[in-house]
């Protein structure tokens, strides 16, 4: 039996490793902290997990691919007082299970005579796995540091090859934001060329000094897709509840799609995310949260002479350790404390390490006193 040689092809996803290392220091008898993954550890509000209690309904159905009105209503809501952005929520929101599957997914639609996939690198890595099982191939975009950690327009030289541009701002894994002027600069390029911006928002909502710029406030929306989730913004990981802001013939195209293969929350998911997206005053204690855990660790992280690169917004902060990132990480992991490499991100990451502040309050004080120690 032959498998996908696109699967065979794919090295080890890589925290599948950071896993692997996590299993081997609790089997050696090392108590860890976990820094290397996203997945916030706060209790999800009690007005959205009592929304979803009340609307489990004694007859389950199967949910729609276009979403309940009242999700996709609340959702252009919150886009118009977060961005100013005025949307038609019957035309342009796809309601989405989680982003990671919309992101992985979307290739499957929108490539067509263009198979040319731009990704950045570092990045997470579903952009590019999404691009290849889809039959894409993949133009590499190097972000460095000396650049803010942003795409450099001026030296990518395939614009009439691409279909599709995949940014992520506010950055995962370096935590650096994209100003507004570098969104049009990009669309304004993607209308001239004919590609779409992807732009995977996620962490739009985790921010310390100002609110980040969305690729929704350009002037001209016509090639931007912009995917966001309740996952890190309400602490609703496991609720698996997004949404995708796309030109109407783009949304209809995944309205089109996603009956096929079955993605949409179930319907008191929906509810329970109504709630949510309707309601910003939790979202500013999420952000006091991670301030506060950020105050607790990076102290100590830069007094043991790490230098932090990036990391104004989100929930990651992105170091500088001066060596191989993975010889760092487990020299780590062997005092407890768990981070990714920044080569599990691709090679632009090598010599950075990303530390995810989901441990709780008391973890992180813990955490930088085995650092200090």
């Given at each position: 039996m032959q498998l996908s040689p696109v699967l065979a092809?794919?090295?080890?996803?890589?925290?599948?490793r950071l896993d692997d290392?996590?299993?081997e220091?609790?089997?050696?008898?090392?108590?860890v902290i976990d820094?290397?993954?996203?997945?916030?550890?706060e209790r999800t509000p009690g007005f959205i997990r009592q929304a979803l209690l009340d609307s489990v309904d004694e007859v389950?159905?199967?949910?729609r691919a276009t979403g309940l009105p009242e999700l996709r209503s609340a959702v252009g809501g919150w886009i118009d007082r977060r961005f100013g952005v005025s949307v038609d929520p019957d035309r342009e929101i796809v309601p989405t299970l989680g982003s990671k599957?919309?992101?992985y997914s979307f290739a499957q639609i929108a490539l067509g005579g263009k198979r040319l996939v731009a990704v950045p690198e570092p990045a997470y890595p579903v952009y590019e796995r999404g691009a290849l099982f889809a039959g894409g191939a993949i133009a590499e975009v190097p972000l460095r540091e000396d650049h803010g950690w942003l795409p450099d327009l001026d030296a990518f030289d395939a614009w009439d090859e691409i279909a599709l541009f995949w940014v992520c701002y506010p950055n995962n894994p370096t935590g650096a934001e994209a100003p507004l002027s570098f969104y049009e600069e990009l669309a304004a390029r993607a209308r001239?060329?004919?590609?779409?911006?992807?732009s995977d928002e996620a962490y739009s909502e985790l921010w310390f000094d100002k609110p980040p710029a969305s690729a929704l406030q350009v002037e001209d929306r016509s090639n931007v897709v912009v995917f966001n989730t309740l996952s890190k913004r309400s602490s609703m990981t496991g609720y698996r509840s997004g949404f995708v802001c796309a030109p109407p013939e783009i949304a209809d195209a995944l309205r089109s799609f996603r009956p096929t293969v079955g993605t949409a929350p179930q319907e008191f998911v929906q509810r329970a995310s109504v709630a949510a997206w309707s309601d910003d005053a939790h979202v500013e204690d999420v952000r006091a949260i991670y301030r506060r855990k950020r105050e607790t660790l990076l102290p100590a992280l830069e007094a043991a002479g790490l230098r932090l690169a990036g990391s104004t917004a989100t929930f990651y902060l992105w170091l500088d350790v001066g060596g191989p990132s993975e010889v760092f990480a487990r020299r780590l992991l062997e005092h407890g404390v768990v981070c990714a490499p920044g080569s599990f991100f691709g090679p632009a990451g090598e010599g950075y390490v990303r530390f995810a502040l989901v441990p709780t309050q008391e973890q992180c004080e813990r955490a930088a006193e085995i650092i200090r120690e």
């Open positions: 092809d794919l090295a080890q996803y890589p925290f599948a290392w996590k299993a220091a609790s089997a050696r008898g090392i108590e820094f290397g993954m996203g997945d916030p550890r389950s159905s199967y949910p599957e919309a992101i001239e060329h004919g590609f779409l911006i992807c």
